[in-house]
C-alpha cells in the first residue's frame, strides 16, 4: 500500500507538471490531454504481454522493475532542454518521456492489482478494495496537491532561488518533476520490501504472436462472462471518464473561475476527497451486491452537469465533492466483482491486464473526442454537458444490459464468490 501510494503520488504530480512544462513551452490547449492520450496508449499496446510479465515473477520485483522505468521517463523529461532542440522537438520529447512513464504505469498495474487477489479471499475483497482505492485516491489528492504547489509561482521561485539542484534547475517544471523523480525512486525502493505470496502460476508464453492471440481469448472470456461483461463495461466507462474528467476540471477552472494551473489542481483534489469518502462507504457493500449500486453511475453523469451553474467556492467544492463521492461508491464494488471474476476465470495478472486494455481503449477514444473538442473550439460549459449526457446514457444502457443477463439467468448473482482459479487458462 505504502509502495502504491508513493507511485500514484507521482504519477499525478508529474500529470501537473508535465501540463506545466507544455504551457512553458506554449504548447496548444489540445496538447496536455494528447499527452494523457500517449500515455493510455501505452497501456492498450502492452495490454497482451504486461499480464504474462506480472505472472512470471513475484510481483514486489515487478513493481520495482516498473517504477524503475518510470523514474527513466521521469528524468528523459527533465533532460528536455540538454540536447539543444527546438520547441517543437522539445514539446516531442516531453511526449515521447510521459509515454515511457506510461510504459512503466502499464507494466505496474497488472501486478499492483493482481497481488490484492493473491492476499485476499473473494468475500475479503471488497474491503480489500476499498482500503486499497481509498488510499490509491488519497494518493491523487496528495499528488495532485503536490504537483499543483510546486508550480506555485511562490514555491517555485523559493525552490529556484535557493539553487538546491546546482546547474541543472532552471525552470518550475525542471524543479518539480526533478522532486517527483525522487518520489518515484523511493517508491522503486519500497517495492523491494514486499514480501513474496508464493502464488505459482502456469509458466507464461514468450513468443509474442501467441500472448497476442492468447490474449484476445482472455479479453473473450471476461466480455462473455455475464458478470464480468458488466463491471467490465462500467469500470471502462468510469476511467475513460475520469481521466477526461481531470482536464475538464482544468480547463473548466480556468475558462468558467478564471483559475491558474496551480489552483485548478486544486479543484481535482477536491474530486479526489469525496470519491475516497465514497470508496469508504462502498467497503460496506457485499461481493454479492455489488450490481446494486448501477443506478450510482447515473447519478453521476447528471451530477457533472451541474458544473457550468455553480461559481461561488462552496458551491464549486460542493459539486465535485458529489462527483467525487458518487464515482467511488459506485466503482469500488464494480471493481471487486471484476477482478474476483477474472481472478475466477483467468489470473490476477492477465485479468487486470484485460481490464486495463479496455479501460485505456476507452479513454483514448473520449481524450481524442475531448481534444477534438477543444479543437473546434467549443465552450468548455458545453463540453461539459455533452459529456454529462453521455455518461448517464451509457449507464443506463448498461443497466438495461443486466437486466436482460438476469432475466436470461435467474440465479446468476449466485455465482458471485465462488472459487475456480484460472478456469479459462486450465481449458
Known sequence: MIAQALSSVADNALLIAAIALIADLQGPDWMAPMMKWWFALAYVVLAAFVGAFADSFPKGRVMFITNAIKVCGCLLMFSYQSFGLSTYDQLVLVFCAYTLVGIGAAAYSPAKYGIVTEMLPPEMLVKGNSWIEGLTVLSIIAGTVLGGLLIHPAVSAAILSHGWAGPYVHTRAEAAILIIAIVYFLA?????????????????????????????GYVKVLWHDKLGQISLAVTTLFWGAGATLQFIVIEWGAQHLGYRLDQASVLMGVAAVGTVVGSIVAGRVPLKRALSVLPVGVVMGFAVMLMPIVSATWEVYAVLLLIGGLSGFFVVPMNALLQHRGHVLLSAGHSIAVQNFNEQLNILLMLAVYSLMLWLNLRINVIIVIFGLLVAGLMLAVIHWNRLNHRANPGLENTIGQHGHGQALRH
Open 188 to 216: 522503486a525502493a519500497t517495492n523491494l520490501l514486499i514480501p513474496r505470496t508464493n502464488v505459482r502460476y502456469p509458466r507464461q508464453q514468450t513468443n509474442p504472436v501467441k500472448l497476442t492471440r492468447a490474449f484476445a
